[in-house]
Each structure stands twice: as structure tokens, then as C-alpha cells.
């Protein structure tokens, strides 16, 4: 049978990436040996280094792409061993369903500062959005035991957006913390295309372009047109005398 181009794809996307499979394990650990968390920065606490500088934003989400990288190279490989037919749709669910669940874990953590500064409140939130990701993964095994989904190119992409989806629970973890601190939330782009509003759900675009909202005002990383591929962030501030004073 001869498979479609975007497995052939997978495929060599798979053995291109198996270098940066330690990233799946490396979790917050090697983040944590290079940086502190310091709780009196930033209005809710900031990641510092060894010369007690402020860690700028973009290097926490640069490690947590790292670790994204590696779970969904780990996790392909893993889907293509289930195309293959090496292994049962029970045992690629149960592995697969793990990592998510880690994945998610990981994303909270490095927004909060490490394991030891998630509040009760936090895991909540990251258990909330981990069980509604969760419950899609669970309607695309029951698919693909009775034959509804094709192992094809589009659940290989499917693989890659569950892993992508801790991208969210980052910025949902760090707006959790904001709520009480600043008034305000912008929407920061992302290095990537910029979607534009379809069928009635706000884009990227179009979302930086209202400026500073009220603090819960924007929908979540992922709930535009661009879903899972979405690489924006979160900007807050405080309103103080008719002016926005940034927090981070």
C-alpha cells in the first residue's frame, strides 16, 4: 500500500529529530540547575540566574518548546510504530495518554517557578485542562480501534497538537497567578504565521489588536483558527493613574 506523503514525511521527521529525545526526559530539571525561582519579582516572583538577573520571558518558553520537541519527536515515532502495526491501539493510548498528562505538568510547573511553588489552586487548573485534552485523546483511540480515524497523515498531526497543547497550560497557569495582581492583559504574537479571524472565531491578529483588556478577557492560547500551532503569549499590566505599568 503506498502511504501518503505527510507519513513518508513523519518518517524522516522522526529520524531527523531522535537527537533531541533526552529534551522528553529533561522535563524542569536542567532549567532548575541553571536558574532560581525568586517569589518578591515581578508581582507574583521571576526566575533569576546566578548573577541574579532577571530571566527574560522568552527563555522559559524556549526551554518549554524544548521539551515539546522532544515528547512529540518520542511520541511520532510512537504513532508510527502503531501505523506499522508493531503495537495495539490499548497500548499506544496508555503510553501516549501518559506523556500528556507529564507534558501538561511540566508546562504549569516552569510558569510557577518549579514543583515546590504549585499551589493547590494551580494543579487544579492544570488537572481541569488536562482532563478536557485528555477526553479528545480518548475520542480519537475509541476512533481509531473501531475504524472511524485512519492512521494517516492527519492523526500524526493530531499526535503532534496533543503535546502542543501544554503550550496553553502555561499561560493559563501564569494569567491564574495574574488575577490578583495586575488589572489588565494583552496579547503578545508569537515568531510564527498570524491567524486572522474564520468562521466567526477571533484570530491572532485581530486579538493583539484590542491592546490591554481586563485580566480574563481573552480567550485561552489555542482557542483561535490557528489552534495548537499557536506560539503567542500573555502580556500583563497594572492600570495605575491613567497609565499601563508592565508586570511581565
Given at each position: 500500500m503506498i502511504e501518503s506523503l505527510y507519513v513518508?514525511?513523519?518518517?524522516?521527521?522522526?529520524w531527523n529529530r531522535v537527537e533531541f529525545l533526552t529534551y522528553a526526559t529533561l522535563g524542569t530539571s536542567e532549567f532548575d540547575s541553571r536558574y532560581r525561582w525568586?517569589?518578591?519579582?515581578g508581582g507574583?516572583?521571576?526566575?533569576?540566574?546566578?548573577?541574579?538577573?532577571?530571566?527574560?520571558?522568552?527563555v522559559i518558553t524556549t526551554q518549554?518548546?524544548?521539551?515539546?520537541?522532544?515528547?512529540?519527536?518520542?511520541m511520532l515515532g510512537l504513532a508510527l510504530d502503531l501505523v506499522d502495526g508493531?503495537?495495539?491501539?490499548?497500548?499506544?493510548?496508555?503510553?501516549?495518554r501518559g506523556s500528556v498528562k507529564s507534558m501538561h505538568g511540566v508546562a504549569a510547573s516552569l510558569a510557577r517557578g518549579g514543583w515546590a511553588q504549585m499551589s493547590e489552586e494551580n494543579w487544579t487548573l492544570t488537572r481541569q485542562i488536562t482532563q478536557e485534552q485528555l477526553g479528545y485523546l480518548n475520542n480519537l483511540a475509541q476512533g481509531l480501534d473501531t475504524g472511524s480515524i485512519k492512521k494517516d497523515g492527519n492523526f500524526l498531526r493530531r499526535v503532534q497538537q496533543y503535546v502542543a497543547a501544554s503550550r496553553s497550560t502555561q499561560e493559563e497557569?501564569?494569567?491564574?497567578?495574574?488575577?490578583?495582581?495586575?488589572?489588565?492583559?494583552?496579547?503578545?504574537?508569537?515568531?510564527?504565521?498570524?491567524?486572522?479571524?474564520?468562521?466567526?472565531?477571533?484570530?491572532?491578529?485581530?486579538?493583539?489588536?484590542?491592546g490591554w483588556v481586563p485580566v480574563g478577557t481573552?480567550?485561552?492560547i489555542g482557542d483561535t483558527p490557528c489552534r495548537q500551532n499557536c506560539h503567542c503569549t500573555f502580556m500583563w499590566a497594572s492600570l495605575i493613574d491613567g497609565s499601563f505599568k508592565i508586570i511581565q
Open positions: 513518508t514525511q513523519a518518517r524522516k521527521t522522526y525568586n517569589p518578591d519579582l507574583t516572583g521571576r526566575y533569576i540566574d546566578k548573577n541574579g538577573q532577571i530571566v527574560k520571558g522568552k518549554l518548546e524544548k521539551v515539546i520537541t522532544g515528547v512529540q519527536t518520542e508493531k503495537i495495539s491501539v490499548q497500548s499506544w493510548y496508555d503510553t501516549f497557569i501564569k494569567r491564574q497567578v495574574m488575577l490578583g495582581t495586575a488589572t489588565h492583559e494583552k496579547r503578545k504574537l508569537g515568531p510564527a504565521d498570524h491567524c486572522r479571524t474564520r468562521d466567526g472565531v477571533e484570530g491572532c491578529w485581530e486579538l493583539f489588536k484590542l481573552l480567550p485561552r
